[in-house]
């Protein structure tokens, strides 16, 4: 991966978890909500541990070596990381549109529990894909090494 995509790919870590950040603050803001509303809640905080050591563990490695593909393709435009930002985008757009209105956003949940339901299932199996892609470049790496 070269040094410009490893910048993206920190960069667009950091913006999936600005994101998340302002989702959590838009959820919390709602205060009669079914449980709903706490499943996606936990599900957001779970995802900015997952993303915040993602990020570090992508700072600690050497992008430059070519044998990280699995991040190329964590990075791709149509990718693991950019499928998770627009997802959470989706739902803040949705959530926005509500909290235009303070006393209707204070009361309502706009979402769906099918809705939730499947925003969660799409983000742990995006969260599983960007594993998959570091534990295939970490265990690949240790393999060419030794044949070398």
């Not at 541990?49 to 990280?68: A, H």
Request: a positive charge.
């Amino acid at each position: 991966m070269d040094p410009v995509s490893a910048i993206g790919l920190v960069a667009s870590v950091i913006q999936t978890l600005s994101a998340v950040g302002e989702l959590i603050k838009y959820v919390n803001e709602v205060k009669n909500a079914s449980d709903d509303k706490a499943r996606l809640a936990r599900e957001a905080a779970s995802l900015v541990v997952f993303l915040t050591g993602f990020r570090y563990d992508i700072e600690q490695l050497d992008l430059k070596d070519s044998r990280y593909s699995g991040l190329s393709q964590v990075a791709a435009e149509d990718g693991p990381l950019n499928q998770l930002l627009a997802t959470v985008g989706r739902l803040l757009k949705k959530l926005k549109r509500t909290s235009r209105w303070k006393l209707l956003r204070a009361t309502t949940w706009p979402l769906e529990r099918r809705e939730v339901d499947a925003t969660i299932d799409l983000i742990e199996r995006l969260k599983s894909l960007i594993n998959l892609s570091i534990t295939a470049d970490s265990l690949w790496v240790p393999c060419v090494a030794y044949n070398s």
